[in-house]
């Protein structure tokens, strides 16, 4: 079992950049496929990026492709989600999830399928 914990949101101009990161405890973080989810008020909680377990590929949804990266440190059990170009539509809580030994995309943009849940942490954008 593995326990996530978010943090790095904030208030940012439209434009401007975070980082946030997922930590985990428990067991070893580089044995899980990581995501990064996010919901606005009002509207579901949607795949934003993923990190697969072993070779590291990664995946974004259509919306922040080319603006933001996730990248993982296994040496600190953590994953980020750098956001650049930042838009007042990024507005959300973004969550991290996991999934152990998952590979497939199938499997890390469904919400359905991630085993392990942060609490979220709140981005907000202004214009």
């Known amino acids: 079992q593995v326990q996530l914990v978010e943090s790095g949101g904030g208030l940012v101009q439209a434009g401007g950049s975070l980082r946030l990161s997922c930590a985990a405890s428990?067991?070893?973080?580089?044995?899980?496929?990581v995501s990064w989810f996010r919901q606005a008020p009002g509207k579901e909680r949607e795949f934003a990026a993923a990190?697969?377990?072993?070779?590291?590929?990664?995946y974004y949804a259509d919306a922040v492709k080319g603006r933001f990266t996730i990248s993982r440190d296994s040496a600190k059990d953590t994953v980020y989600l750098q956001m650049s170009s930042l838009k007042p539509e990024d507005t959300a809580v973004y969550y991290c999830?996991?999934?152990?030994?998952?590979?497939?995309?199938?499997?890390?943009?469904?919400?359905?399928?991630?085993?392990?849940w942060g609490q979220g942490t709140q981005v907000t954008v202004s214009s």
């Open positions: 428990g067991r070893a973080f580089s044995d899980y496929g």
């Open positions: 990190v697969s377990w072993r070779s590291g590929m990664t």
């Open positions: 999830a996991a999934r152990y030994r998952t590979t497939n995309y199938d499997y890390l943009s469904r919400r359905d399928t991630l085993t392990y």
